[in-house]
């Protein structure tokens, strides 16, 4: 186990990334911003903005690996978690652009029979609901309570999990709401979303995605891992905090930090699994935004918003869903998002509504000792995207 402990903060500028001078104000109120982070728990945090006109600014704080006191590599690669979703909806929305199929399928119209059985009916969820997150269908992971403790996450990591097993798990449960009837965030809807596009198109989701997405984009430090439990590249370690016995919904009572970086990523599949790098993740985001990935009506369909929970709304007040993508006020008018989480790692984001700027940022953690009011990432975004 390794206690995390110390801080580390420094601002330089690599090869290709704006000198003082230019955007210097920009990147001193990143800076901060990153350094405030660690007192929440972060071990290490490392933030990239695509400002336009070839610059970018990089600001990184803390350890990447707390032992040997050095900090996230510039170039790290990260599990970006549900920013996955992303990379799916955008692929099975290019397939709705050429006619393979229709937002209003129902999902037993490609997956008969799959969604059944304790009250959830998959004649009467639609392909949009899925991406939407009004389903209605429970989460999946409310099936596996090992994922939530160390002695179950030490024990099953590097188990293998297909999205056949993790949608059968969810129809153990009663749906939580009907169809279209509210919001509410679930990892199932895209697990069923990638077996969609398998469906469709004959190929796992992974090679739709690869081909559609990552390689057209030249994102080529972008890994769909499946059962691959490694990271590769430069990377952090990616350090994980578990419940204690006396834990609360307020006090967590958090254990000491574990290495969580190797797992076994499958259990988050469409809805989760895919490694990438800041520089990455903003070329997607600005491409997306600015129509290089979908067709208009497709994107104008991604960018269809509704209101998300309470609960959600508690971390980004005023934020709406699209379709795998979510719309977020800020001080400048408002950005796109899809933030992501899974063990040892966060990633936040954002990208102007313009596509022309768009900023990424990575913990090597997602448990924090601490949470502010809102998500703990807000204002290291909207002074990224809104300074300078």
Known sequence: MIAITGAFAVAVAAPGVAQAGTGSSTRAEMQRDADRLLA?????????????????????????????????????????????????????????????????????????????????????????????????????????????????????????????????????????????AKWEYSNTNYMLAGLIITAVTGHDWRTEVRNRIVRPLGLRDTYIPGNNPDIPGPHAVGY???????ATQDDPDFGPAIDATRLNPTWGGAAGEIISTAADGNRFLKALVTGRVLKPAQLAEMQRTVPTSPEFQTNWPGSRYGLGLMFVPNSCGGEWAHGGDIMGFRTRNGVSVDGKRSVIVSFNTDSFVSQPPVDLATDLIDDALCGN
Do not use: C
């Open 240 to 246: 994980e905090r578990f419940p204690g016995p006396d």
């Open 40 to 180: 929440y728990g972060a071990p290490g945090v490392l933030a990239e903005l695509d400002a336009g006109h070839g610059t970018t600014i990089r600001v990184r704080s803390g350890y990447g690996n707390v032992e040997r006191r050095t900090p996230v590599p510039w170039d790290a690669r990260f599990r970006i978690g549900s920013f996955t979703k992303t990379f799916v909806s955008a692929t099975l929305l290019q397939l709705v652009g050429e006619g393979k199929l229709a937002l209003d399928d129902t999902v037993d119209r490609w997956l008969p029979g799959v969604v059944s059985g304790n009250g959830n009916d998959g004649t009467k969820i639609t392909v949009r609901q899925l991406l939407q997150h009004t389903s209605g269908l429970t989460d999946y992971l409310a099936g596996m309570p090992w994922l939530f403790t160390q002695e179950g996450f030490e024990q099953h990591r590097y188990d293998s999990l297909t999205a056949e097993q993790a949608v059968a798990t969810a129809m153990t449960f009663p749906p939580q709401f009907a169809p279209g």
